[in-house]
């Protein structure tokens, strides 16, 4: 994953805070802070950010 990648998802992740557990949300601030900082994520961390992504951000097809 690029700084640009992880930077997007976080940006996207930001709107849905609001329906993360606590865990989560904690996890996802650690993430803010350590992007904040310019430090790549370990691939871990960026896995777990990558499911949280899935799970929150949904993707649907526009309808012509």
Known sequence: MTHAEQKRMIL???DYTHRMTRDEEELFQMYV??????EDLDNIAQRRLTEMYE???VRRPRRI
């Not at 802070?33 to 310019?38: E, H, I, M, P």
Request: hydrophobic letters at 15%.
């Open 12 to 14: 996207e992740l930001r």
């Open 33 to 38: 802070k350590r992007n904040k900082d310019d």
């Open 55 to 57: 799970r929150y951000v």
